[in-house]
């Protein structure tokens, strides 16, 4: 019985061993280093994003897509920007988040980037946050005397 109490522990032991030696990765997850993600949106005239997320450059790139801002109570024409700024990964791999102040966006026209140059055009207080895992997104920022707020989902 002493023989079958010893032989039944020592292989319990060892499952147990096998079992935490499991492939769970130990720390951060390591994320895609560039991705390419794109807002959901039903008509091509409607606003929309793609988030241009390149974690070998300093910065990435956000496209916002017949933007429109709301200053007071005037409108400005429906535009096409590029906001350049850092982007950071969580540890999960799956949370991407822009973040900056004192940015120049650009106006995309055809093909070419134009700056928009002068303190009124200066994007500050931006935070993006990009989650690959939900499909989400939520962006806000500040930039000429206004403020823009969105939150949507990404495509699939």
């Not at 020592?10 to 061993?17: Q, T």
């Not at 916002?64 to 400005?76: A, D, M, P, T």
């Not at 906001?83 to 990964?89: E, F, S």
């Given at each position: 019985?002493?023989?079958?109490?010893?032989?039944?522990?020592?292989?319990?032991?060892?499952?147990?061993?096998?079992?935490?030696?499991g492939?769970e990765?130990?720390?951060p997850?390591?994320?895609?280093p560039?991705?390419?993600?794109?807002?959901?949106?039903e008509?091509e005239?409607?606003?929309?994003?793609?988030?241009d997320?390149?974690?070998?450059?300093?910065?990435?790139?956000?496209?916002?897509?017949?933007?429109v801002?709301?200053?007071?109570?005037?409108?400005?024409?429906?535009?096409?920007?590029?906001?350049?700024?850092?982007v950071t990964?969580?540890n999960?791999?799956?949370i991407?988040?822009?973040?900056?102040?004192?940015?120049t966006?650009?106006?995309?026209?055809?093909n070419?980037?134009?700056?928009?140059?002068?303190?009124i055009?200066?994007?500050?207080?931006?935070?993006?946050?990009?989650n690959?895992?939900?499909?989400t997104?939520?962006?806000k920022f500040?930039?000429?005397?206004?403020?823009?707020?969105d939150v949507?989902?990404?495509?699939?």
């Amino acid at each position: 019985m002493k023989k079958f109490l010893s032989m039944f522990i020592a292989v319990a032991m060892l499952s147990m061993v096998f079992a935490s030696c499991g492939d769970e990765k130990d720390g951060p997850v390591k994320p895609e280093p560039t991705q390419n993600l794109k807002s959901y949106c039903e008509n091509e005239t409607d606003p929309h994003f793609t988030f241009d997320i390149n974690l070998d450059k300093d910065s990435s790139s956000i496209y916002l897509y017949n933007i429109v801002f709301r200053i007071g109570e005037s409108e400005s024409p429906a535009m096409n920007i590029r906001i350049d700024a850092p982007v950071t990964v969580d540890n999960t791999g799956k949370i991407y988040t822009y973040a900056g102040t004192n940015i120049t966006p650009y106006m995309m026209r055809g093909n070419s980037m134009v700056p928009l140059t002068g303190p009124i055009y200066l994007v500050t207080n931006l935070l993006c946050n990009v989650n690959t895992l939900t499909k989400t997104y939520d962006i806000k920022f500040d930039c000429h005397g206004g403020n823009f707020v969105d939150v949507g989902r990404l495509s699939d």
